[in-house]
């Protein structure tokens, strides 16, 4: 018993040695430090999830130089100017029939003096590839920027910095998973110099990754991408990195979900829709840019937003309207040769994510 006891304790003391040799074995030994993650390119594709979008307005302090006449008049400062005469009318007769001029606009002259963005400076992108009369320089000193929706909204409070839009199209944007705008790039040897790659739009069905202020977003979150009732999302574009810029060439027809008030599914369709993106592993920042249907751009705006919710940033939907139609640049209609669609430019942010496809079980058990 006594010479299996000294047997097992040698044994045992060889294991240890054997153990504390490995542990203290030579640096070259040593195992490699674990490393979480690696890249977000992979298999030559990366995604971005939007996370922020404003209509392009180059505001200067104080408004001095677009607005120097002041912004626009909105619902309620019409009202008070159309019928505060003293004369007794019904309900018909003023408030249903203003409201009845919001749902069916005309562009016959009004009473109203509607202020233009004034000067020659705009974000956006040169649309239409030529330097016009119209034009605009953008801050960074290129010419031939399209960009008339800016001399419609740029003097109306609802589009600038701290207006209601702005504020609640992106609360909606990331509260809404049926709004959320995906992009992801393939084919990508390279984000900073490549001379083809291919841009696909989605709707994403996940929510954001906030961090913890609240206010930004973290990288490397998974957006599973809507095929089946998001699939009128879903365009594709040809481009380009330069520099660590995306460039996309002009797309014909691009849908992309527009979140809007209470849920409600809403979306806007761009003409000669291009990107103009800073690219980097993490987040994606620039321009997206094209021609937006008059009409469809004032319907969108009356079924997101009531006469009440204008009133908030002195939006009149009908001085809008009018403006726009003036002011179109785009798409001229076959039979009357008027244009259609004006130019715009919307600022944009996105952040990293990695887009799944989803599986073919998925598709088939949703019918």
Not at 20 to 41: I, K, N
Not at 89 to 109: D, F, M, N, Y
Not at 226 to 251: C, F, H, M, N, Q
Not at 331 to 341: C, E, F, L, M, V
């Amino acid at each position: 018993m006594k010479s299996n006891a000294v047997r097992m304790m040698s044994i045992a003391g060889s294991l240890l040695a054997a153990s504390v040799t490995v542990a203290l074995g030579t640096a070259s030994a040593q195992p490699a430090p674990l490393q979480e993650g690696g890249g977000a390119l992979k298999d030559r594709r990366i995604g971005y999830v939007m996370t922020h979008k404003y209509w392009a307005v180059y505001e200067t302090e104080g408004a001095k130089t677009e607005c120097p006449q002041g912004f626009n008049d909105g619902p309620r400062e019409q009202f008070k100017k159309l019928y505060d005469d003293g004369k007794k009318r019904s309900i018909v007769e003023a408030q249903l029939k203003r409201e009845g001029e919001q749902w069916h606009p005309t562009t016959a002259p009004e009473s109203f003096v509607f202020k233009e963005a004034q000067g020659n400076v705009s974000y956006g992108l040169n649309l239409d590839g030529k330097v016009g009369p119209e034009d605009f320089v953008s801050p960074e000193g290129e010419k031939g920027i399209d960009n008339q929706l800016y001399r419609v909204i740029g003097c109306i409070g609802h589009y600038r910095t701290m207006g209601t839009i702005n504020h609640f199209e992106n609360l909606f944007m990331r509260s809404y998973d049926d709004a959320r705008i995906v992009i992801e790039l393939t084919e990508v040897d390279d984000l900073k110099n490549d001379d083809s790659v291919v841009v696909t739009t989605y709707r994403g069905s996940d929510g954001l990754l906030q961090d913890a202020t609240g206010e930004g977003f973290i990288p490397g979150g998974t957006q599973r991408v809507d095929l089946r009732w998001g699939k009128e999302y879903v365009s594709k574009l040809k481009g380009k990195i330069v520099d660590g810029v995306l460039i996309t060439e002009p797309a014909d027809r691009v849908m992309l979900p527009w979140g809007v008030t209470f849920g409600t599914s809403g979306y806007h369709v761009f003409r000669g829709f291009e990107l103009k993106l800073k690219l980097d592993p993490e987040a994606a920042e620039g321009l997206m840019a094209g021609f937006v249907d008059v009409k469809a751009f004032n319907h969108h705006l009356n079924t997101s937003w009531s006469t009440h919710h204008h009133s908030y940033g002195q939006l009149s939907s009908p001085s809008q309207f009018k403006a726009m139609s003036r002011l179109a640049d785009g798409y001229p209609d076959p039979k009357t040769g008027k244009n259609t669609a004006i130019s715009s430019a919307v600022k944009v942010k996105f952040t990293q994510v990695y887009v799944q496809q989803p599986e073919q079980k998925e598709l088939v058990s949703q019918q």
